[in-house]
């Protein structure tokens, strides 16, 4: 049976007055499937995660997330509607607890938790990226990759239908990096949904289903990673046209 559509961008544009920063894209996301969204910095992709999260409204187009139409709907009512997400710099709310940061998401977002319930799942979360131990402590003790991991497990508290993930691995040291494939690896076993924003090809090949690329905004090649990576249009936006 085929498996159903999640999220379904088209047609989508954004215009922030005579820049067009995302031009007449269209992708598909099925259930359970990881796709990496890849492209040279400023080719739209951090912008179409606002789209799809509501911290944008499209120009043009329109999205769904199943059968229902987000396009118009404020980021709060597309986060209780089954979509999570992390952000290119960390957004730790420092005037809470480590375990109360990711209570935030467990009453805010799908699930909608309170009380002993939400803290309960909340320390699910917790120790499912390995951060069991810090559930008490201050946020200004937390290192870089720790500082993602309480993100991460923020936007898995609210028990989304899909996940979005934007550069998560940025900015961390080789040994974190491989911690961090690694818990995201476990995230894609699990069968999640995941919409992968990245510059680390590795990751890229080894968690993703499908990419689709972007460059100016616009979608230029779209399939397996093996085939969208070996694309010479792909190596020509990435690397420059000597390297096609």
């Not at 007055?17 to 099925?30: C, F, H």
């Not at 935030?104 to 390995?130: E, M, T």
């Not at 949904?193 to 990245?198: D, Y």
């Amino acid at each position: 049976m085929r498996e159903r559509t999640v999220l379904d961008v088209q047609g989508v544009t954004k215009r922030f007055g005579g820049l067009v920063a995302v031009d007449a894209l269209s992708l598909a996301v099925r259930e359970n499937e990881m796709l990496g969204l890849i492209g040279p910095n400023g080719s739209g992709k951090t912008t179409v995660i606002n789209l799809i999260s509501g911290a944008l409204r499209p120009s043009e187009g329109e999205i769904f997330l199943g059968d229902e139409m987000i396009s118009e709907w404020p980021a709060r009512a597309i986060a209780r509607a089954g979509v999570a997400r992390t952000f290119q710099l960390v957004r730790i709310l420092h005037s809470l607890t480590v375990l109360e940061n990711v209570m935030a998401g467990a009453v805010f977002g799908h699930k909608r938790l309170w009380g002993a319930a939400a803290r309960k799942f909340a320390l699910r979360q917790l120790d499912r990226v390995g951060m069991a131990h810090a559930a008490d402590a201050p946020t200004a003790s937390l290192t870089c990759i720790d500082e993602k991991r309480i993100e991460l497990a923020r936007a898995l508290a609210s028990d989304p239908d899909l996940l979005l993930l934007d550069e998560w691995l940025a900015g961390l040291n080789p040994t974190e990096m491989q911690i961090g494939i690694a818990l995201i690896r476990s995230l894609r076993e699990e069968g999640r949904t995941i919409v992968l924003v990245e510059h680390v090809m590795d990751a890229i090949r080894s968690l993703c289903d499908r990419c689709v690329v972007m460059n100016g905004g616009a979608k230029i090649a779209e399939g397996t990673p093996e085939a969208t990576l070996a694309d010479p249009e792909v190596i020509r936006a990435y690397l420059g046209v000597g390297h096609a």
